[in-house]
T-cell receptor
């Protein structure tokens, strides 16, 4: 069964809208979650590491004021794309690390396809 | 800059053949390595993880790791058209304290019926 639930799976909205994406860890408590973005025919690009109870760690070049991350509980992290524009259209994927050991594989959500008109 | 490199492909193999996917990484202290399969429009799914030098087999898949050469590969035996996908190599970034991955750009595999 699914280990990570991501919602919504598809969003189409107008330019200037803010969009919230949820990532839930279903089987275990996750102190760390990751948010990726993937453009067509490109690999996954890590945007930020979401840390439960503290601020997210953003990768270089990712605007933290535009991509707001909240990790208020051990099972839920949210990514809000604020004032989205067409260039923000992409496939956003979250992943969860069980955190039980350094070599544990990440489990990915099904992704959210965001289209900004 | 820590890097993970893969041939982007496409790698085309006939049905029933062995597909060989390769990955090299730059961080010599890396300890954990993963292969993910990603179908078009879908998120990655874990195929194999490997941590020790040598081979690790799981069904039709075999992962091979050579830390001295900083090389990890994935063999797919008896390739099927359903194996056609992009295969992503991921390496755990040691020292980050956050279990971050460094992903390769992926190799697109096409299995021809």
């Amino acid at each position: 069964g699914a280990v990570v639930s991501q919602h919504p799976s598809w969003v189409i909205c107008k330019s200037g809208t803010s969009v919230k994406i949820e990532c839930r860890s279903l089987d275990f408590q996750a102190t760390t979650m990751f948010w990726y973005r993937q453009f067509p025919k490109q690999s996954l690009m890590l945007m930020a590491t979401s840390n439960e109870g503290s601020k997210a760690t953003y990768e270089q070049g990712v605007e933290k004021d535009k991509f707001l991350i909240n990790h208020a509980s051990l099972t839920l992290s949210t990514l809000t794309v604020t004032s989205a524009h067409p260039e923000d259209s992409s496939f956003y994927i979250c992943s969860v690390n069980p955190g039980t050991g350094h070599g544990q594989p990440q489990h990915f959500g099904d992704g959210t396809r965001l289209s900004i008109l | 800059q820590k890097e993970v490199e893969q041939n982007s492909g496409p790698l085309s193999v006939p049905e029933g053949a062995i597909a060989s996917l390769n990955c090299t990484y730059s961080d010599r202290v890396s300890q954990s390595f993963f292969w993910y399969r990603q179908y078009s429009g879908k998120s990655p799914e874990l195929i194999m993880s490997i941590y020790s030098n040598g081979d690790k087999e799981d069904g039709r898949f075999t992962a091979q790791l050579n830390k001295a050469s900083q090389y990890v590969s994935l063999l797919i035996r008896d390739s099927q058209p359903s194996d056609s996908a992009t295969y992503l190599c991921a390496v755990n970034e040691e020292g980050s304290g956050t279990y971050k991955y460094i992903f390769g750009t992926g190799t697109r595999l096409k299995v021809l019926a």
